[in-house]
């Protein structure tokens, strides 16, 4: 009669713990036949300058910031949108504010603008961003300030 009690007790303790285990796996995935509504938002507008781009290519680079570090001063010969992943940025051209961009928030780069701060604007977290590099083939994406 003892094992009958203790198999008994065993599977008592599986159930309970699938059915745990279950509720847990439910409580983390979206709920079943729930729809997610589609949706647009503007995140960034700017105009840009005015060019041809015949001999142009864009590069896409993603960029990982480690907090505490920055980059050198800068510029890109081209134009740039920036859209910050994670974290935050602190950003700053030459001739204008420092400001902070959020994850989900951009950020333009007129060609030849000097960015003088770009960095994790946390102690703790790294910022990590993509920027989209729109500029003449050939030419370099980047070059000191």
Known sequence: ??????????????????AGLAGLL??????????TARSTKTVFQKDLPELTMNGWQVTAVEVTIPPGEGSQ???HPSFVLGYVLEGEMRFQVEG?????IP???MFY?????????????????PVRFVALL????????????
């Open 1 to 18: 009669m003892r094992s009958v009690v203790g198999f008994e007790a065993a599977r008592d303790r599986r159930d309970f713990l699938q």
């Open 96 to 100: 204008q504010l420092e400001t902070v």
């Open 134 to 145: 729109f500029g003449e083939k050939g030419k370099p994406l980047s070059t000191p300030a």
């Open 73 to 75: 001063h800068h510029r």
């Open 26 to 35: 439910l409580s983390l995935s979206p709920l079943r036949g729930a729809e």
């Open 109 to 125: 780069e007129a060609p030849g603008d000097v960015h003088t701060v770009s960095a994790s604007a946390s102690k703790t977290k």
């Open 103 to 105: 994850a989900g928030q």
